[in-house]
Structures are given as C-alpha cells and as structure tokens.
C-alpha cells in the first residue's frame, strides 16, 4: 500500500482537521506490537482447528456407526456391518476374539491421539487466553495514546491497528 493511501486511509479514523503525522510515534509503536499479536491470534486459531481435526479423527478411528450392543454383535454375520467401518470395527468384526491384541494396540493409538490432540487444543486455549490480555492491555493504551493526541473515544477505539503500524 502506498503512503498515501495509508495516510488516507488513516486519516479517515482521524480527528477531523487533523492529518496521520497527529499520531503520536508511541501509539504507532503500540499499533504495531497489537498488529503483531493479531498476527499471532490467526495462527493460535489454525492450531486450535488443527487439534480439533486431530481429535475428531482419533475419535472417527475408534468407532464409527457403533450399534448399542455392538460387543454382543461380534460374531454373528448377519449383524456385523451394524458394528461399524472404522478400523477397531474391522478388528472385532473379521477377527472375533483373536483380535484382541491387535485390537488393544488400535485403542491404545487412539488413546494417544486423543491425548495428543486434547493437550495441544488445551495449549493453544492458554496461549490464546494469555494474548487476549495482553490485546486488552495494549488497546486500552492505545485507545490512551490517541485520545491524549485529540481523538475521541470512539475514533481510537475504532482505529484500525494494521493502518496505523503500516505507517511505522
């Protein structure tokens, strides 16, 4: 973007008769670093989605299309594709109780996978929690910054922090 269209641009949450150099370097500096966590936010957001897949998937590989007595099902044919695709299904249904261990080593690898999943999922929460503080701590700077710099209120809090780090 050019300078002036970020200089436009910012001058549309400006106070009126002012220009984008009435922005104090501090709330610049401020804009940046919330720029800069904003950022961060997308890619927190990227990883919560990634360990939800994660655990949807361990999820799906422990049983899919599981019938209440689907246990009591095992080694009758005509009930068996009420059992499930998934791949425990498969163990059970063409394997009957020489799966077992076969079986027991799938449960034990979705175990895992849901474990790793939960605790990257619960990582991200946190990390994702301990940003939005400091997003809060930094706006309400800002916000400061700007109204002591002749916005009001609801200019500052509307100032667009990209625009505003973009001019830096």
Same mark, same amino acid.
């Given at each position: ?10 001058? +549309? ?14 709330? +610049? ?17 990227? +990883? ?37 695709? !998934? ?10 109780? #020489?799966?077992? !261990? ?25 990390? %994702? %929690?301990?940003? #939005? ?5 930094? !706006? ?7 109204? #002591? ?20």
């Amino acid at each position: 973007m050019s300078a002036a269209r970020v200089a436009a641009a910012t001058n +549309r949450h400006a106070p009126a008769g002012t220009n984008h150099r009435a922005v104090p370097v501090h709330a +610049r500096q401020l804009a940046a670093q919330l720029s800069t966590l904003f950022d961060r936010d997308t890619e927190i957001v990227k +990883r919560l989605n990634d360990a939800q897949h994660q655990l949807a998937s361990a999820n799906e590989h422990l049983w899919s299309g599981l019938a209440p007595d689907a246990f009591g099902l095992t080694l009758d044919d005509d009930n068996a594709a009420a059992i499930g695709q !998934s791949p425990i299904a498969a163990l059970i249904r063409d394997g009957g109780p #020489a799966a077992n !261990s076969p079986m027991l080593q799938a449960l034990k690898q979705a175990r895992w996978q849901i474990h790793r999943g939960f605790c990257q999922y619960q990582s991200a929460c946190e990390e %994702r %929690r301990q940003l #939005a503080f400091d997003v809060g701590e930094l !706006s309400q700077q800002l916000t400061h910054a700007l109204c #002591a710099a002749g916005w009001n209120a609801d200019q500052a809090r509307h100032a667009n922090v990209h625009q505003l780090a973009a001019t830096t």
